[in-house]
Nanobody
């Protein structure tokens, strides 16, 4: 399995970005997916997750109402739509895949495959 995150960039406070994560491998629809982020000097933080079928999602409180995770199993992709971005959202964002699990997870050790990360910078 290989994951490739893209869509990061520089955006102003209040702006929007859409991150994409492409999945290379078999049976994407059997993997729960998650997004995590890591700001300089801080630990990796859970952002959002989605179960295999896309029906159930979870978010860290700080992004609820602003971020939306979705997936397209036909395209082997997961997305993170980020609206109303704030400077504190600045981080490297990683997508992750969790196998052999019906539900997603909010902890990094629950994921088995990781992408390389894409940098999101929100200027004030």
């Amino acid at each position: 399995v290989q994951l490739q995150a893209s869509g990061g960039g520089l955006v102003q406070d209040g702006g929007s970005l859409r991150l994409s994560c492409s999945f290379s491998g078999r049976a994407f629809s059997t993997y729960a997916m998650g997004w995590f982020r890591q700001a300089p000097g801080l630990d990796r933080e859970f952002v959002a997750s989605i179960n295999r079928g896309g029906r159930f999602t979870d978010y860290v409180d700080s992004v609820k109402g602003r971020f939306t995770i979705s997936r397209d199993n036909a395209k082997n992709a997961v997305y993170l739509q980020m609206n109303s971005l704030k400077p504190e959202d600045t981080a490297v964002y990683f997508c992750a895949a969790r196998t052999n699990a019906i539900l997603s997870a909010t902890y990094s050790s629950g994921y088995h495959y990781w992408g390389q990360g894409t940098l999101v910078t929100v200027s004030s």
